[in-house]
């Protein structure tokens, strides 16, 4: 069942260089290939019942450099995984590192004890073993799959897993691809994490100047009495980073094929380690039909920005005879992912500059609660309504950015909380940080409206807040104040009951919180329904809320999917109680 | 998998009162109805409603007296604190699960800071001066070394000294900081009780303060202040100030009582890559009261501007 891996030397890229026959070999799996045309039942994908994944170092090169990977079956990102619903899977995975690895299942329904986080769910896999996962496969969608151990998810332990549906595909398409969008970095994982804490915002080379005259003066004493950087949005961020679809650097441009006036489906998933990407292929509209591997009411964007461990499945329809930039821009705009869709290889399109970078506004200090305060609670619709003016000189200071008085004694107001937001609101209708402005179409969480609906009607019971925490200057994340290794104390579940989760964003970053083994409801507030994720993104000083049915009993990982985050301390264990027999057979 | 939780959701409602039942599927059916008619609404924020332009669902109902399923394998949270271990064993889990708590927060790291490595060209003589620091450990607890001294080139320092201390941190920007310093120069050698805080202060100052007690009983202060001014994202002006104290006067020192000496300056430095960054700049240094009484009888200048030449490094 060992996907064949196609090697192909870059002789094209080597032969530009005049290193012909020092580059380096790489190998993609065959769906990533560049050109390639799409799934086909005839290509080589791992499928079927009995499942053989194979996890070692490697080498991988993007532009001239090689640097240190972890692959499996020797390809980045990792071999396509296609199931079908309802189907059993035995997923054997060989260890040949030297040291433990993992392989969690992203957003898969399954026990507890195959979810694959060391320490939680299972002990680990050592090196030179094998261990099978096993289960059923009760769902369908886009998911991806990736270690849990370590830092390994950001050097190339990533890939793609599509289930196709029992019945009847909801959203018909004439060929589909996988794009997935990753960080890629030379350096060793351990060293980015490192520079974070020996500098606040070490990687940001984007950081305001005394004569870039984007904010006022007032403006700018207001950030600094706060000791906050509005220009810091990505932690780690394109000085380091090379961004990449399916395996592929910007310049390697990966190309997907099509035949004009078909029906399109690229199924998106953003394996990155940290980067947000806004996403966008201009001079096509895009049809998102499924988010987290959920179906949803078709509903047309031009750009949509996927956080990371989202999944988006869209639709699009090229008709004339002509290449299409697919434009995987980073959150804080240091750089790009580019690829092309194309009737034939080697046409490209246009290739949009890098958007200025955005900075942060009131709204995202969490005073989004307050009318008229600002450029950032004045959205472009009321401004053109006269409600506000944007831009206009912040009247906040005088509200304490690390009142505690409004948090319960639970959350620990210690060195690792430099910001409590004081007046957070529901972010989930917000344009996503710096699309605020763009003139055309922005997907927001509002717009996701679910094909079906979640089977539990029942309304919540109780409702749990968790303040998500976090010291920017020494780089300490967390959830409540309290890091997972200072001993946070678990989040328990009733079994079966329906439980609402307010997260609540203490900081001015974004935040992609997951929670293993279950989906949830997001909390939109629409009448078309609220619609089914595993990942939500909780914007800078805002709140999102799920609500939950904890229907899996087990213990189960509840994470921000930045993982350097995660790996600062910004982990929980959700327990969900009592276990019935067998859950563990 | 919807269909999986749709039959979960009835298999617990089966074991609930059977008018429970009744309720909910009745419940299921009204929403199910509602959510298939409803179009995709335009987003209506909360400053909106507040402005009466749209109104919001609302998104937390009161809470209901909604029963939980009754559950055949016990009572609410009951159950082993440890799911995997039912599956995996105790022993097996108990290792990698103290990894997984510890491996999630409590890295330990290190820094060497050079802050300043320069020439100095003053009136009458050139010299040299160092200033760094380096420090090991978690979030909260660091071991935290300090070194600085000057002297003229062609002679022994006329300063030197070394600090280990014990860092903790007290909030999100400051630490506390306590250990001994001993200097090397000038001679006698001496030895020092150290206290002091350093940190990020309100718009971007770094501080460090300290208090020393030396092993004959001599109180003194140093306070120092800078600030990185980005003229781009490479080329930062560093404004930077230091003001020295003392209780008493310490003759061996030539340090006189009250506020004993100033330095103030400005470097100019090209962040190569951040870690490495030349400077030019000048600073002018004035002693004080007594200690400038000290100074000009044993033959010295009490004031004067040095031009400076140097780098900044880290790793």
Known sequence: MNEPTIRRRSILRAGALGLVGLGLDRNFPAWAQKGSAGLRASMPTLTGEDIRLRVAHDIFKVGARAGHAITINGVLPAPLIRLREGQNVRLHVENSLDEDTSIHWHGLILPFHMDGVPGISFPGIRPGTTFTYEFSIRQSGTYWYHSHSGLQEQIGHYGPLVIDPAGEEPAAYDREHVVVLSDWTF?????????LKQKGAYFNRQKQTLTDGTMTVADRAMWG???????????????????????????????????????????????????????????????????????????ETDEFQISVAETYDIIVTPTAEQAYTLVAEAIDRSGMGRATLAPRLGMVAPVPMLRRRPILSMRDM??????????????????????????????????????????????????????????????????????EKEPHRVLTYHDLAPLVPFPDKRPPARSVDIHLTGNMERFMWSFDGKKMSEGAEPIRFDHNERVRVNLINNSMMNHPIHIHGHFFELVTGQDHGHPIKHTVNVMPGGKASFDLTADAPGDWALHCHLLYHMHAGMMNVVKVRPLSAGDAA | MMRILAIAALIADAASASAQHAGHEANMHAAEGASQLAPIAPSCSPEHEKMGHCARPSTLPPAPAVPRPA???????????????????????????ATVYSEHGSMRTGKLLLDRLEYRAMKGRN?????????????????????????????RPESAELQALWSHAIDPWFNFQTGIRYDIRPRPHRAHLVVGVQGLAPYFFEIDTALFLSDRGDLTARMEAEYDQRITNQLILQPRAEMEFAAQNVRSAGIGAGLSSIEAGVRLRYEIVPEF????????????????????????????FAFVAGVRAWF
Request: glycine share 14%; proline share 8%; net charge negative.
């Open chain 1, 366 to 435: 969490g005073m989004g609660g307050m009318v008229a305060d600002g450029g950032g609670s004045c959205p472009p619709e009321h401004a053109a309504m006269g409600h506000c003016a944007p831009g206009q000189p912040a009247t906040a200071m005088r509200h304490s950015m690390r009142d505690a008085s409004s948090l319960p004694a639970n959350v620990k107001i210690g060195v690792g909380v430099d910001m409590i937001a004081p007046m957070p609101v529901d972010r989930t209708g917000d344009r996503p940080l710096g699309l």
């Open chain 2, 277 to 304: 960054a030349p400077y030019l700049g000048i600073e002018y240094q004035r002693s004080l009261g007594k200690t400038a009484d000290f100074s000009r009888a044993a033959g010295n200048d009490v004031s004067g």
């Open chain 1, 225 to 299: 009495g706060m000791r906050m950087d509005p220009t810091d949005i990505a932690d780690i961020n394109g000085s380091t980073y090379s961004f990449l679809i399916n395996g592929h650097g910007a310049t390697e441009n990966w190309t997907g094929l099509f035949r004009p006036g078909e029906r399109v489906r690229l199924r998106f998933i953003n394996a990155s380690a940290m980067t947000i990407f806004n996403v966008r292929i201009p001079g096509l509209p895009m049809t998102v039909v499924h988010a987290d591997g959920q179906p949803v009411r078709p509903v």
């Open chain 2, 127 to 155: 010299g040299y001066r160092w200033d760094g620091e380096g420090w090991y450990g978690g979030d909260y607890d660091r071991l935290w070394l300090k070194s600085e001294g000057e002297g003229s080139f062609g002679a």
């Open chain 2, 71 to 97: 559950i055949s394998s016990g009572t609410p949270l009951s159950g082993p604190e440890h799911a995997a271990d039912t599956a995996w064993g105790a022993e097996a889990m108990a290792p990698v699960r």
């Open chain 1, 187 to 195: 350096q060793h994982p351990h060293r980015l994490i490192t520079k």
